[in-house]
């Protein structure tokens, strides 16, 4: 009875959190007119309280035509958050993952130090060090390029604090077996290290998807250019008349971040379990 009502009790929890998400398609299938009059007391300052359908009264795809037909700002704005988190992502991987193998497996004097240096780092929040990124990208002539937001992304520390409690946790009989039979550092690195780590790689590739397709605060702050701006940047430009097509864009938009995360979602639950490990 106690596993009945648990189950029933976690159903009525994830169903309250899937209802922003219900609304999100309903009002991607919803006419402007419709979806403004909702809206209207809370985007035009009318009296009364906001509401919503809980189906729309004429259920229309025109938003999703106007957006992928009429709408060639989105695409721009598609591929360039597609550009930096690639490249995010890519540059992660090239300097992150040896980071993390040296901070777990290589002997480095003061390399406890420099470490925890490494995640107090992590924990400062984008805005104590907006400033200080802003004057140096600005002396290297970066702003108003994607490089602004790629450069400083690819050095992030999460992702190798991430990566190096895998590594971390590869047993040293292991790696003692191929230093007797012959290996060196790269070789053990890339053909013992890697592999068992791989969990650790993906998860933080997961969970840099998540955080760089949604990019907010660094674009607006490194790109003066609208043409430079990623997708996360869309929809804070779409007016009250056109509310249906925000609606689609903000479905399209989560599409990949849903599959990403679905593809993933197994190595994520071990990249914040290992996360959580105390040092």
């Known amino acids: 009875m106690k596993k009945v009502l648990l189950w029933?009790?976690?159903?009525?929890?994830?169903?309250?959190?899937?209802?922003?998400?219900?609304?999100?398609?309903?009002?991607?299938?919803?006419?402007?007119?419709?979806?403004?009059?909702?809206?209207?007391?809370?985007?035009?300052?009318k009296s009364g309280f906001a509401s919503f359908g809980l189906l729309p009264m004429y259920p229309?795809?025109?938003?999703?035509?106007?957006?992928?037909?009429?709408?060639?700002?989105?695409?721009?704005?598609?591929?360039?958050?597609?550009?930096?988190?690639?490249?995010?992502?890519?540059?992660?991987?090239?300097?992150?993952?040896?980071?993390?193998?040296?901070?777990?497996?290589?002997?480095?004097?003061?390399?406890?130090?420099?470490?925890?240096l490494y995640v107090i780092l992590m924990l400062m929040p984008f805005q104590v060090t907006m400033l200080s990124n802003y004057l140096?990208?600005?002396?290297?002539?970066?702003?108003?390029?994607?490089?602004?937001?790629?450069?400083?992304?690819?050095?992030?520390?999460?992702?190798?604090?991430?990566?190096?409690?895998?590594?971390e946790n590869i047993p040293e009989a292991i790696l003692e077996s191929a230093r007797v039979d012959g290996a060196g550092q790269w070789v053990i690195f890339r053909k013992i290290g890697v592999p068992l780590g791989s969990s650790g790689i993906v998860s933080a590739m997961v969970l840099g998807f998540l955080e760089y397709w949604n990019l907010i605060e660094q674009p607006l702050v490194f790109l003066k250019d609208k043409s430079q701006w990623p997708l996360s940047l869309y929809l804070p430009n779409i007016g009250l008349e056109e509310a249906g097509m925000a609606f689609a864009a903000s479905v399209i938009t989560l599409i990949p971040s849903l599959l990403v995360f679905f593809a993933g979602g197994e190595y994520l639950e071990q990249g914040i379990a290992a996360s959580a490990v105390k040092e």
């Open 8 to 45: 029933l009790l976690l159903c009525l929890l994830a169903a309250v959190i899937c209802i922003p998400m219900y609304f999100l398609i309903d009002g991607s299938l919803m006419g402007n007119q419709e979806v403004a009059g909702y809206l209207a007391p809370v985007m035009q300052n």
């Open 136 to 167: 140096t990208l600005d002396r290297l002539h970066l702003l108003d390029t994607h490089a602004a937001i790629i450069l400083p992304a690819v050095f992030s520390t999460f992702p190798v604090f991430l990566m190096y409690r895998f590594f």
């Open 60 to 116: 229309t795809l025109r938003s999703y035509v106007e957006l992928l037909l009429d709408s060639p700002e989105f695409f721009v704005m598609f591929w360039n958050s597609v550009k930096l988190t690639v490249f995010i992502l890519a540059g992660q991987l090239a300097a992150g993952v040896p980071a993390a193998w040296g901070f777990a497996r290589l002997r480095i004097p003061g390399k406890r130090i420099l470490f925890q």
